[in-house]
């Protein structure tokens, strides 16, 4: 299994790998820098969110592009 992860932030990504590793066993995840299409610093939850989903929309793309 490959996990995309929507950040280079290494502790981003080191806490998903134990995360998915505890629950899945041996998996691979990757960080890739994409855009949250939302401010840096998001005022409220729903900028929150719409940028959370974004990463992981773009993340997917990028990962299956190559």
């Known amino acids: 299994m490959i996990i995309a ?11 998903v790998k ?8 041996n998996c691979t995840v990757i960080g890739v820098k994409v855009p949250s299409g939302v ?3 998001p005022m409220c939850f729903d900028e929150s969110f719409k940028g959370a989903k974004n990463r992981a929309k773009n993340a ?6 190559g």
């Open 5 to 15: 992860v929507g950040s280079k932030n290494p502790t981003k990504v080191n806490v």
């Open 18 to 25: 134990k995360v998915f590793t505890k629950g899945f066993g």
């Open 39 to 41: 401010s840096d610093m």
């Open 60 to 65: 997917i793309k990028k990962n299956k592009k």
